[in-house]
């Protein structure tokens, strides 16, 4: 029985390595196969006092790197918010006392959570942040069209951009909340509106 056990346990054990070395690769292997193609823009509410004040409370004031401010953000994004398919308030504020949101409120909310920690760090004067709407494409693919209803007709993502150099770091915070891949590949050439 021992020598029929060893073949079995092998199998399993190179099957759960392979999981988790594929979960680690997770990221590199979402922005090989996806991408993102940003046609239009959304705008983020001038004031969020409730978002600012939940932000100072958990992450304080000042950062001196946007990658860590973006990370954090994201994080923060995944603490008070959970995804609902069924329509909620884009309001981040009110997102924060409901904790519901589609991808328009992630996107809202950790934009205003990267705004606040911009603003107090001082980094605001060369970084900005934009909600972009967004359209998916799997491997060239635009996925829209086989998602069911209006609701999928689009996706949002936040873009943290350096005015200087217009080098960006791109976030889909309901795709964090769910797998944890912090950055995505945004295909922005050929569009000549600016974006």
Do not use: Q
Not at 128 to 134: F, L, T
Not at 159 to 165: G, I, Q
Not at 170 to 190: M, Y
């Amino acid at each position: 029985m021992a020598a029929n056990l060893r073949p079995w346990l092998r199998r399993a054990l190179i099957l759960l390595v392979g999981l988790v070395f594929l979960w680690c690769l997770r990221g590199v292997i979402f922005r090989l196969c996806v991408s993102y193609h940003p046609i239009g823009a959304r705008a983020i509410p001038p004031r969020t006092p409730a978002v600012e004040s939940a932000w100072f409370y958990a992450y304080g004031f000042i950062f001196s790197d946007p990658e860590v401010l973006a990370d954090r953000a994201l994080e923060f994004s995944d603490e008070h918010l959970v995804y609902r398919v069924s329509r909620t308030s884009n309001d981040p504020d009110r997102l924060l006392e409901s904790h519901r949101a589609h991808c328009v409120g992630y996107a809202l909310f950790c934009a205003s959570a990267i705004r606040a920690g911009l603003v107090s760090s001082g980094l605001d004067k060369n970084w900005s942040v934009h909600e972009r709407v967004a359209k998916v494409r799997l491997l060239g693919v635009d996925v829209h069209p086989y998602l069911p209803g209006a609701f999928f007709k689009d996706h949002d993502v936040v873009e943290l951009r350096e005015n200087s150099t217009g080098r960006s770091i791109w976030l889909d915070p309901s795709l964090h909340d769910f797998v944890g891949i912090d950055r995505i590949r945004v295909e922005t050439e050929n569009r000549g509106d600016g974006m």
